[in-house]
């Protein structure tokens, strides 16, 4: 009997030990499963729309409507395929692509309208957000600011400060420091810099970790919701001997939101085909981000279905940036964006953008909430007004818009990033002025904002 009664005791165990064993498992597959999926929806997932991209897209349009027809369709195509971040070239060599006090106009668009202010509302309207990406120093093909220069840091200020009135999401360098082919000079255009004649690396990095520190403040002093973040080159010690100091960027706060360096290998690389370069890039990119700076990475659409001697894997497969979509989420990064936008529409690029969608696909056809719009009130009080609203259901928050004339234009004062919070103070408002309110809520989902209507607008007199 007691032989028995071990055995079926253990036969319980065993069975409880079993459906343990199930439920634990159950559990972990969801875990992972819904982490996965979580960090699909959350990622960035970038198109850069570089100034020669232009004429290709149509946005040189000679006419305000002609360039919004191109810009949708344009959008539209960048949509299906799962961007839900443009990154748009205002600045390429010391220029603007919208109307500027200082700057002259980029000759790749029309002076007849504002390229800047109908491509954040064509984007926005479709829940995406727009970063302004900038060249900081080069001046053209031979020539950058000097980056020792103190008048070239102010120079760089002011683009900034310019692009920072307008309803952006983000100001976005590119990767070019210290890569003049001829030389530098300052802002009255007088050659301070032979090229051959550069300093040392490690000034050269203090020169521009100056501007860096700057143009940090600058964005997060005129709107903290702003994003601040540089693509430097995929090699790490290219990167050093240019001037962007990656280390201190990724270690130290108040430089930089986010780096994006530009991956553009494939896990073929070499005359051999035999090395995976893309996964030794993030791998040690991601081992030099000892502060935990968030990483995005920049893809090579622009060599999908391309010969390349010393990378053939972009020939020899069309899976390459899918594979690495997933490499990067299983690294831990944010996201990527890919280079450019004109490649969206090239013949060779559609294999690789087909598999790319495939793996987007669960998370871009998901169904677009529609939120209310709030019931705003708005207080004056001493130098400033009080805003209150009722709660939005399904919102993640809501963003603050004031005109400071009667008749004036709104701009994004502020976002709320919960969507609990029914109240917001704006302070240090002029006495005895009057100004206009108007607030709507947003959604995360996707990786996109969703926006619901605008609340009616509220005028009021500071006391």
């Not at 692509?97 to 202010?117: C, E, G, T």
């Not at 760089?156 to 310019?162: G, L, N, P, Q, R």
């Not at 209310?372 to 818009?401: D, E, F, M, T």
Request: proline share 2%.
């Amino acid at each position: 009997m007691k032989t028995k009664g071990r055995v079926e005791m253990l036969k319980r165990i065993g069975s409880f030990v079993i459906l343990l064993l199930l439920f634990l498992g159950q559990t972990v597959f969801s875990f992972y499963g819904e982490g996965t999926a979580f960090a699909a929806e959350k990622e960035l997932r970038g198109i850069w729309v570089s100034v020669f991209d232009f004429p290709k897209l149509g946005l040189n349009a000679s006419s305000e409507s002609g360039f919004v027809k191109n810009a949708q369709k344009f959008l539209d195509k960048a949509e299906e395929n799962g961007v839900n971040t443009v990154f748009l070239h205002v600045r390429a060599f010391d220029d603007a692509i919208y109307p500027s006090k200082v700057f002259r106009r980029n000759q790749y668009v029309s002076s007849a309208y504002d390229p800047l202010k109908l491509m954040v509302r064509e984007a926005h309207k479709r829940g995406m957000e727009l970063h302004a990406w900038m060249n900081p120093y080069r001046l053209d093909y031979e020539y950058y600011l000097d980056p020792a220069k103190a008048s070239s840091t102010e120079r760089v200020k002011t683009a900034v400060s310019e692009v920072m009135a307008y309803d952006i999401d983000g100001i976005h360098f590119d990767d070019y420091f210290y890569n003049a082919k001829t030389g530098y000079k300052d802002v009255s255009g007088a050659i301070t810099v032979q090229g051959g004649q550069e300093p040392s690396a490690e000034r050269k990095k203090s020169y521009v970790n100056t501007m860096v520190r700057a143009v940090y403040r600058e964005v997060k002093s005129k709107k903290a919701s702003v994003d601040f973040g540089i693509s430097p080159q995929g090699t790490t010690e290219n990167c050093r001997l240019s001037g962007a100091d990656i280390d201190t960027w990724m270690s130290q706060k108040g430089y930089v939101d986010y780096l994006m360096p530009q991956i553009y290998w494939s896990n073929q690389y070499g005359s051999a085909g035999n090395r995976a370069m893309f996964s030794d890039r993030v791998r040690e990119w991601s081992s030099l981000n000892s502060g935990k700076v968030t990483l995005y990475a920049g893809l090579a659409l622009y060599r999908t279905g391309t010969a390349i001697s010393d990378d053939p894997g972009w020939k020899k497969k069309s899976t390459n940036l899918k594979e690495q979509v997933q490499i990067l989420r299983n690294s831990g990064w944010a996201g990527y964006t890919l280079f450019s936008a004109q490649d969206l529409a090239r013949d060779t690029a559609q294999a690789e953008l087909s598999g790319l969608r495939t793996l987007l696909g669960s998370v871009q056809n998901t169904a677009k909430p529609k939120l209310a719009a709030p019931k705003l009130s708005v207080s004056a009080g001493k130098k400033r007004a009080v805003l209150k609203w009722n709660k939005i259901a399904g919102a993640s928050g809501y963003q603050i818009y004031r005109a400071d004339k009667a008749k004036g234009s709104f701009k994004r004062i502020s976002t709320v990033k919960k969507g609990a919070t029914t109240k917001y103070i704006n302070a240090k408002l002029k006495k005895g002025k009057k100004y206009t309110f108007r607030i709507r809520a947003y959604r995360s989902q996707n990786g996109k904002k969703l926006y619901g209507g605008y609340s009616s607008r509220i005028t009021v007199k500071i006391k």
